[in-house]
Every structure is written in C-alpha cells, then in structure tokens.
C-alpha cells in the first residue's frame, strides 16, 4: 500500500516568515494530493489541493508544489499569522479514494 | 461541501462494551470512509464504508472488531466492539462529496472515545 512520510514534526516560525512542510509518497499511481489543516479539538479541514497533472497551485498565502518524479510534494504558508497555528496533514491517494496520511506537522506561528 | 453529522460526539464505555457510531451526511455521496486517530497521532483509514455490499477493510482491522453499516447514500454506522482501552481514539467518519466521489473528501467532526 501507499506510504507518505512527512516532515518536520514540528515547526516553530516568527509572524511574517514563511513555512515550508514537506512530503514523500512510494505509490507511483497516486495522483491526488491533498492538505488538512486541523486546529486542537476540530474536525480536518482540507485547505488546498493538487493533482498530478499540475505542478503548483496557489490560494491567496498557501501554495502546493508536486514533483511527480521524485514522488514527492510541498506545502508553503507565506507570511505567517498566529491563526495559521495548527497540525498539518498531507495525503495521497488514487483518484479521491483511500487518503493515507503523511504523520503530521505541528505548526507554532509565534507573534 | 456536505454537511456531515457524527453521533455521539464523545462516550466514556467500560471495558468490553460496544459502541455503535453514526454518520449522517445531507446529500448522496458514493464513497464514505471511517478513520481512527489516537492521541496525538495521524488519521489511519479502518475501512471503506461500500453501499449495498460489505466494507472494504484496510490491514490491521477486521469485520469482527469493527462492524459496519451503509443502509443507503447518506448514512452509515460504525461500531466499535468488545472494547479495550486502546481503542480510545477520535473516530472521524468522511465523505467523498458528490454522487460520483470525484471530490475531496471532508470530515465530520469525529466522536471522541474513552474507554475505561
């Protein structure tokens, strides 16, 4: 089956600064990528996504980048706010089938 | 997105009990799923909730520990039986919207287990 490892675990950022999070997948025939953002005691919430045939997208601060040949795809939160604190969670998956989930990333945006 | 409602939204169970958890969503979708999320881990998929035949179940979870229902395209049940303390978790049930399960998934807001 699908294995998405994700890093780092945490990540501490000044206001303002940008954030990067990274994932790695071992199933070639992924080929949606998607984000959850999950603040302490809520629900996921998806906040960007990507499929294979499209190297970045962007929404306003957030960008998603995939590099389908090293099986690999990136999150990136510029200008950090406080309210962008949370754990993120990246996922692959076939077509919107089964997610498998990257570990995790703790994300501590300090004012 | 589709609105999805989890019942209960937390339990305390002893020991040995079985609770059944419900997922309602407010249009037809083909595909929902149920996800486990222990204490300060990731979502690891438990199974594929399939309408009209038997869940799909991922390794390392099985029929007997983990029963399922999906009665029609908006509902679905899981239970969690003979339950021990490792199976307390955040149990998340999701959805992929539209009839034909061509969009992202979303949660519901899971149900909150504790066993004791």
């Known amino acids: 089956g699908e294995n998405v490892e994700q890093h780092p675990s945490t990540l501490s950022v000044q206001e303002g600064d940008s954030a990067v999070i990274k994932c790695t997948y071992s199933d070639s025939a992924s080929n949606y990528f998607p984000w959850y953002k999950q603040e302490l005691g809520k629900r996921p919430q998806l906040i960007i996504d990507i499929r294979s045939n499209v190297g970045e997208k962007k929404d306003q601060r957030i960008a998603v980048t995939l590099n389908k040949t090293a099986k690999h795809f990136s999150l990136h939160i510029t200008e950090t706010q406080p309210e962008d604190s949370a754990v993120y969670f990246c996922a692959a998956s076939r077509g919107f089938n089964k997610f498998y989930f990257g570990s995790g990333t703790k994300l501590n945006v300090k004012p | 997105s589709a609105v999805i409602s989890q019942k209960p939204s937390r339990d305390i169970c002893q020991r040995g009990t079985s609770l059944t958890i419900q997922c309602q969503v407010d249009s037809q979708v083909t595909m929902m799923f149920w996800y486990r999320q222990q204490p300060g881990q990731s979502l690891t998929l438990i199974a594929t909730?399939?309408?009209?035949?038997?869940?799909?179940?991922e390794s390392g979870f099985v029929i007997d520990k983990f029963p399922i229902s999906r009665p029609n395209l908006t509902f679905s049940t899981l239970t969690v039986s003979n339950m021990s303390p490792e199976d307390s978790s955040i149990y998340l049930c999701s959805v992929g919207a539209g009839r034909g399960g061509d969009q992202p998934q979303h949660f519901g807001d899971g149900t909150r287990l504790s066993i004791l």
């Open positions: 909730a399939n309408q009209g035949s038997e869940a799909t179940y």
